[in-house]
């Protein structure tokens, strides 16, 4: 995938979500060393990158970290890594890691498949800011 940046890692997400909105938000606020950029999952980029990845999202509801030519994590190991690379206080959430994947994960699966009804759920994709452009792919 050419186009993606190779030095910043990917956060696919649920354009639609609140949840997932307001965590972009807060990613993006405490990201000091500009490691992410954020694709909408819904989006065609967003599409193509699981296409790529052979990530179904019909079988998956989650947020996915893509380190392009690397790796990808989703669920609650993407939330641990992005947790970790935004250091200080949020790197503690990596703690969780030692607990089995089953156990986060159903964690993780439990929000996620209650997150429209406890936070809602938009029309269409948030359109970002001017300032924050450049942080969308």
């Not at 490691?35 to 909408?40: D, I, Q």
């Not at 994947?101 to 406890?118: C, E, G, P």
Request: hydrophobic residues 40%.
């Amino acid at each position: 995938m050419e186009k993606l940046p190779k030095d910043k890692k990917i956060i696919l997400f649920d354009g639609v979500c609140n949840l997932c909105d307001s965590t972009v938000q807060f990613v993006i606020k405490h990201d000091k060393k500009d490691v992410f950029r954020f694709v909408p999952l819904q989006s065609d980029l967003g599409k193509e990158i699981t296409a790529y990845i052979g990530l179904d999202t019909s079988k998956t509801d989650s947020i996915v970290l893509y380190e392009p030519g690397k790796a990808y994590y989703y669920k609650a190991n993407a939330a641990m890594k992005i947790a970790k690379e935004l250091g200080g206080v949020y790197s503690l959430l990596n703690a969780f890691s030692v607990l089995p994947s089953s156990l986060t994960n159903a964690v993780y699966d439990y929000v996620a498949r209650n997150r429209y009804k406890w936070y809602g759920k938009k029309d269409e994709c948030m359109i970002p800011t001017p300032e924050m452009r450049a942080k969308f792919l």
